[in-house]
């Protein structure tokens, strides 16, 4: 580890917001790899314990349908650690291939790539990831594209900002003029310097992901019962909430932590990959 690398994690560390987001992230993500050997089925029904309070056998109690509401929410982690980054993954890889291409190429490329783009930016992101849904049917895999589908455009954008701000550059000349390719360009040069605000977007999304899922999920857009997903866990168990407040309140407890975890993240990756910060 060199003396910057050094530097920037001491930069990290002193940031009080950005280690809790750390820690509660790297307990939640434990928990989730952990979960199948911390708690038990997630699906098991025993009726005879049905909207149980928390004791020493149901840490977090039972649901209506006397399923442990700890091993759901665990499972849920699970599920909803996945979905975060697949959404972000997808959308990184969409919106990277399309801001890269308008800002290289220019032109009419840039045009017609753009207006794409604003279109899907011209549309409310949770009614529109509803209406992808709709189309495609409601479950998990569906919801990760309906949610990819209108989280892409951000990167576009911010990509395409920092190409155009370095296609001109004198070490992109320079290569240039030593004949490299428009595609050898983009792809040694300009996509690895333009690395750090697509990561700090990333750390950002998410927990935005997880939230839009969790969302689509509540309004029976996405995951469907029994699925211990944190969204439909709070939909299954709304009409519960006066005589059994901990089978809706965990899981939306858990979806609270999550994105406040990786918001939190993002601020002290952001504080730490932003030039600017150093100088303060």
């Known amino acids: 580890m060199n003396d910057l690398q050094k530097r920037n994690l001491r930069r990290f560390l002193k940031n009080p917001g950005s280690l809790l987001g750390s820690i509660i992230a790297l307990i939640i993500i434990l928990l989730a790899l952990f979960a199948p050997l911390i708690a ?97 049917g409601p479950n998990l895999n569906n919801v990760m594209i309906a949610v990819a589908a209108v989280s892409w455009p951000s990167y576009a954008r911010l990509l395409r900002a920092q190409v155009l701000a370095l296609k001109h550059v004198e070490f992109v000349d320079a290569a240039r003029s030593l004949g490299a390719t428009q595609t050898r360009i983009a792809l040694r040069h300009l996509l690895p310097n333009s ?16 939230l839009t899922a969790a969302g689509l999920s509540f309004i029976g857009f996405g995951a469907q019962p029994p699925i211990p997903e ?51």
């Open 195 to 210: 690395v750090t605000p697509l990561m700090v977007q990333a750390s950002f999304d998410i927990g935005s992901a997880i």
């Open 40 to 136: 038990g089925d997630p699906l098991a029904q025993n009726l005879s314990e049905r909207l149980q309070a928390p004791n020493p056998n149901h840490f977090l109690g039972t649901d209506q349908l006397g399923r442990d509401v700890f091993s759901r929410v665990l499972q849920g982690a699970r599920i909803s650690l996945r979905l975060g980054l697949i959404v972000v993954s997808l959308s990184l890889f969409v919106g990277s291939l399309v801001g890269l291409t308008a800002g290289i190429l220019g032109g009419l490329w840039d045009d017609l790539l753009m207006r794409i783009t604003d279109i899907f930016l011209a549309f409310p992101a949770l009614i529109l990831a509803m209406a992808i849904s709709a189309a495609l």
């Open 230 to 280: 944190w969204g439909a866990m709070v939909s299954e168990t709304r009409n519960f909430i006066n005589e059994a407040p901990w089978a809706s309140s965990s899981p939306a407890i858990a979806i609270l932590l999550t994105v406040l975890a990786f918001n939190l993240l993002g601020d002290g990756i952001r504080d730490v990959l932003d030039p600017r910060s150093s100088q303060r």
